[in-house]
């Protein structure tokens, strides 16, 4: 039984919580995420969610989630909920409106952006407490010899394009980064199509506004390794720490 654990005589028996206690991530006033898990409402059993705030364009970065599925279910506004099936190799795209859910099951690879103001999501997960890898975190811990070599790129370009991401992003993009490309396709657009390409956009636009904001949370490796390493990002032989975090 999910509850089992739970003594109901208990008199710290939770079965209330007010989500905007409990704050994940801000961004902004209209770029909020609050989450409740077990840690907050102890008669929760296997489930958690997370209270998601999004103003237009602004998108729940890139992340697998490791140990849970999860229902992403639209109150307010609109969204594009993305993933890659990894089965097919396919980038799939839904677009929810108020009173639909979007299913992102267990360790898929996958993003929200917001196509209206005022987006309220709730995503919902069949886990105590979920876990999740950002896509941000892969790409500034990888080793950047590591990630040109293993693609044939040009590794001073893989250090000059990923330098400035100096820590999780988790709702992009940063608050001054511009909004529009330079074509004039929405940033929303642009995710849908494919991805962001970082070369097309303005000369250190987005570099400049990762350095003007960076964020410091709780984590731990995933492989319990030391969250101290002596060895520089870029050795060859450094361990490279990919990180989890904790919605709780």
């Known amino acids: 039984m999910a509850d089992s654990y739970m003594d109901f005589t208990s008199p710290n028996t939770q079965f209330t919580y007010t989500l905007s206690d409990n704050p994940f991530f801000q961004k902004d006033a209209q ?9 907050q409402l102890n008669t929760l059993g296997n489930v958690s969610l997370l209270d998601i705030f999004l103003s237009k364009d602004n998108v729940v970065e890139p992340h697998i989630h490791q140990n849970a599925t999860e229902l992403v279910y639209c109150i307010t506004g609109g969204a594009v909920v993305s993933l890659i099936n990894p089965y097919t ?4 795209n839904f677009t929810i409106a108020p009173g639909q859910v979007a299913n992102v099951p267990q360790g898929w690879w996958h993003y929200e952006v917001a196509n209206q103001d005022n987006t309220h999501l709730l995503a919902i997960f069949d886990a105590p407490v979920p876990e999740v890898i950002f896509g941000s975190d892969i790409l500034r811990l990888t080793p950047a010899n590591v990630l040109a070599h293993s693609y044939c790129l040009d590794e001073a370009k893989v250090k000059d394009t990923l330098a400035p991401i100096t820590d999780t992003v988790i ?9 529009q490309h330079p074509n004039g396709m929405p940033m929303q657009q642009m995710m849908n ?4 390409n970082m070369a ?22 995933i492989s319990g390794e030391s969250e101290s390493y002596n060895a520089p990002l870029d050795h060859p032989f450094h361990p490279i720490p990919f990180l989890y975090r904790r919605w709780d």
């Open 89 to 92: 190799k396919e980038l799939l």
């Open 193 to 196: 199509h494919g991805g962001m």
């Open 31 to 39: 770029n909020v995420i609050n989450t409740l898990s077990i840690n």
């Open 171 to 179: 709702i992009g993009p940063p608050a001054s980064c511009s909004k």
């Open 200 to 221: 097309q956009m303005a000369p250190g636009s987005y570099q400049q506004a990762i350095q003007n904001q960076t964020y410091h949370y709780p984590y731990r490796p």
